[in-house]
């Protein structure tokens, strides 16, 4: 015999449940923001002022509301935290990095992170101090996060993770979309693209290699007819090129594999 459900458009009942049969945990948000500031690729942070970790650097974040989202918490913390203007906040690309669960990532009580990671050129400099629970915030270059301010110091909770999980992301957007043209001034040489790439990617890049894929790939960079740049060396001026119109590269500009350029 069949066993039949509520009939169509009938309210779902609730009473056999018991919300109170499961142990309360917290959720909350971190963001990992990436930028580069004078040829060095920054991340966003904030020094903790309560504890736990009173005193340490971490990531932006803190505490879901009940009646709101993850992204919307995102960008609330991310606004309180740092004292960037709101309608910047408010036009960040926020990509979901993953989720951090471990039990034990926060020793007040079982919290479970939703992360987002963004990479996003001319952003502006932080309040001087923190709001919420944030005493100071400041672009720290990546290569010293893990140490930011005293030797030694290491980001709070899981965040060390998180940033390496939310370099690796962003590196990876590099690879597959024009984002790379929009850290460069509005006419560029090939040099200075490349520059963006070898920052975020954290590697070398073969020069003559570099320009031939840039160029091969359709709707990447458009040349400036009949201009030119001094780049500081013996030989004849740089060709200058814009970004062109596309979004997405097509072959994708693949990152080189350890102790191979390609």
Not at 87 to 98: C, D, I, N
Not at 117 to 141: F, S
Not at 218 to 237: C, D, I, Q, S
Not at 246 to 259: F, I, S, V, Y
Request: a negative charge; aromatic letters at 8%.
């Amino acid at each position: 015999m069949a066993v039949r459900g509520p009939p169509a458009g009938a309210p779902m009942t609730t009473a056999a449940y018991d919300p109170h049969a499961f142990e309360p945990f917290a959720v909350t948000v971190d963001l990992a923001v990436f930028t580069v500031r004078g040829g060095a690729l920054h991340v966003l942070l904030i020094r903790r002022g309560q504890e736990p970790y009173e005193g340490a650097w971490a990531l932006p974040g803190g505490f879901v509301l009940p009646r709101e989202s993850a992204e919307t918490a995102a960008r609330r913390e991310l606004a309180e935290e740092t004292g960037l203007p709101e309608a910047v906040v408010g036009a960040l690309h926020l990509e979901q990095l993953r989720t951090y669960s471990d039990p034990d990532r926060d020793p007040r009580m079982r919290v479970v992170s939703v992360a987002f990671t963004a990479l996003v050129p001319d952003m502006p400099e932080p309040a001087a101090e923190g709001g919420g629970d944030a005493a100071q915030a400041r672009w720290v270059p990546v290569g010293e996060a893990g140490e930011a301010g005293e030797a030694g110091e290491h980001l709070a909770f899981d965040h060390a993770l998180i940033l390496a999980d939310a370099r690796s992301r962003v590196g990876a957007k590099l690879e597959y979309t024009c984002l790379a043209t929009g850290f460069c001034p509005p006419e560029f040489t090939l040099g200075e693209l490349q520059s963006v790439y070898e920052t975020v990617w954290g590697t070398t890049l073969d020069r003559p290699n570099f320009r031939r894929k840039v160029l091969a790939t359709p709707g990447f960079v458009e040349a400036v007819p009949g201009a030119a740049r001094l780049t500081g060396g013996r030989g004849k001026p740089a060709a200058l090129y814009r970004a062109g119109r596309a979004t997405a590269l097509h072959p994708p500009l693949l990152r080189p594999t350890e102790g191979h350029q390609k």
